[in-house]
């Protein structure tokens, strides 16, 4: 065990409504194991996060949601966080709209937060897709193909020359508006669908990106975690593998598993260095055809399944940024590859689409379970079987369920000549139509089937 003084409280934010995000749970344990006053501002009730042991309060959002471009509701909303807790705090964004919101707001929070230091609207920057596509081709990131088109025949033409099916991402995903029928990326399988879809830039208020489609398949989908100090100086950092997702094939990580990838793990690294990033960050990478890893996402914050790269002694990168922020010394790792992150109910789900459990060879850390604090598992159980009720009852009824989706295909009404997408097993729906489920390939999907995602 390592010296780690938790003197100072902790406040972990999430302004994205969802209740089973278990990335939120695992920072709220690592912490409080550790002595640390746990503070969150979540949902109201706190969801079943709210049941834990090692939680002290939770706090409301904003008043009336936020507004990325203007966060002066989130500054006013953690000024009275900080007066309830009555002294000075770190400061954890758990998902990416906190994480740009708060570096914001940070410079008018030195007295009562303390934050890692992102300069120049960083986390913004390489949360934009068009601009990560730039210090990617910058920098000699692998990156996929991508083409931002400028008018709706360059982006006809680039699905095209790209090769059908395309990914077709919004520059700025936090912008899109509420309702409109947008998702953040999704999947193209003809050129008019490329088309159309940039003829609604306006309305989603950011540019579109195409880019060239990698194929899900086994060892594709990989992803690095770590935190850094100042100047992208690494304290904590790993590379695992998603062995099953929800959606299947297409979403997050309902198993992963930490093994060495010294090419993930050098870019991540080469990334963080260039940029000079202090805080924590989630890669996302896939192989190709040829092998290569290329980098499909950046997350400036920590992953959901960030308690997998946990050492011996249980130091993660939430840890690790916490003592660095608090002036403590950030030990070396003891252990390293080996462990399995499981999150049993994307997991549960899998297998009941016909997903075979690959077979865990290693020590396991349950996102949900949890011996010494089984409150959040039970509320989960009882809310996930709940929904799970719920939607059966209005498949029943000829209810349609009102779940959100991230990724949809979409067709054009088949061409003069017979336009035809190029991906086996995707769905094809025109843009906004209701029940279409997420491909099986999209190597960022992450859809949220009935709202029970966590990202």
């Not at 995000?21 to 706190?46: D, F, I, K, Q």
């Not at 508006?177 to 008019?192: C, E, H, I, K, Q």
């Not at 992208?232 to 060495?260: D, F, H, I, Q």
Request: charged content about 25%; some cysteine; overall charge positive.
């Amino acid at each position: 065990m390592y010296a780690f003084d938790g003197h100072v409280p902790a406040v972990l934010l999430r302004l994205d409504r969802n209740p089973f995000h278990h990335g939120t749970l695992g920072a709220v344990r690592s912490l409080g194991r550790r002595g640390v006053e746990v503070h969150a501002v979540v949902e109201a009730g706190g969801g079943p996060v709210g049941r834990s042991r090692y939680l002290r309060a939770t706090h409301p959002g904003p008043a009336g949601g936020l507004d990325p471009e203007a966060p002066e509701a989130l500054l006013e909303c953690l000024v009275g966080v900080s007066e309830r807790i009555g002294r000075p705090a770190v400061l954890v964004a758990m998902d990416d709209l906190s994480a740009i919101a708060v570096s914001r707001v940070a410079p008018m929070l030195t007295d009562r937060f303390r934050i890692p230091h992102q300069p120049d609207d960083l986390p913004a920057r390489v949360a934009d897709k068009a601009e990560l596509s730039r210090l990617c081709a910058r920098w000699d990131i692998p990156h996929p193909e991508t083409v931002i088109p400028q008018s709706g025949a360059e982006a006809a033409r680039a699905a095209w020359t790209l090769g059908l099916p395309v990914v077709a991402k919004w520059s700025r995903p936090w912008l899109l508006p509420a309702g409109s029928g947008l998702r953040s990326t999704t999947l193209v399988d003809s050129a008019t669908g490329a088309r159309e879809l940039y003829e609604r830039s306006a309305e989603a208020g950011s540019p579109l990106l195409l880019q060239r489609f990698l194929p899900a398949g086994p060892d594709t989908d990989w992803f690095f975690h770590g935190a850094f100090g100042r100047g992208g100086r690494p304290l904590l950092a790993g590379t695992g593998r998603k062995e099953l997702a929800w959606p299947v094939r297409a979403g997050l990580t309902a198993m992963g598993r930490w093994l060495a990838d010294p090419a993930v793990e050098e870019s991540g690294l080469r990334l963080a260095e260039r940029l000079g990033y202090q805080g924590i960050l989630d890669l996302d990478f896939r192989r190709d055809e040829r092998g290569a890893v290329r980098l499909v996402d950046f997350n400036p914050r920590p992953g959901a399944q960030f308690r997998l790269f946990a050492d011996d002694v249980g130091l993660d990168v939430v840890q690790a940024m916490y003592l660095d922020l608090t002036g403590q010394r950030v030990p070396e790792p003891a252990g390293g590859p080996g462990r399995v992150f499981l999150a049993e109910n994307y997991a549960l789900l899998a297998a009941v689409r016909g997903r075979t459990l690959p077979r865990p060879r290693g020590p396991v850390e349950a996102a949900w379970f949890a011996a010494d604090d089984p409150g959040p598992f039970l509320a989960m159980l009882c809310a996930f079987l709940g929904r799970g009720l719920g939607k059966g009852a209005r498949v029943l009824r000829g209810v349609p369920a009102q779940g959100r989706r991230t990724v949809r295909a979409v067709r054009a009404p088949r061409q003069r000549g017979g336009e035809r997408a190029r991906g086996d097993g995707v769905t094809a729906a025109r843009p906004g139509a209701p029940g279409v489920p997420a491909p099986p390939g999209s190597p960022e999907a992450s859809a949220e089937p009935d709202e029970l995602v966590s990202r």
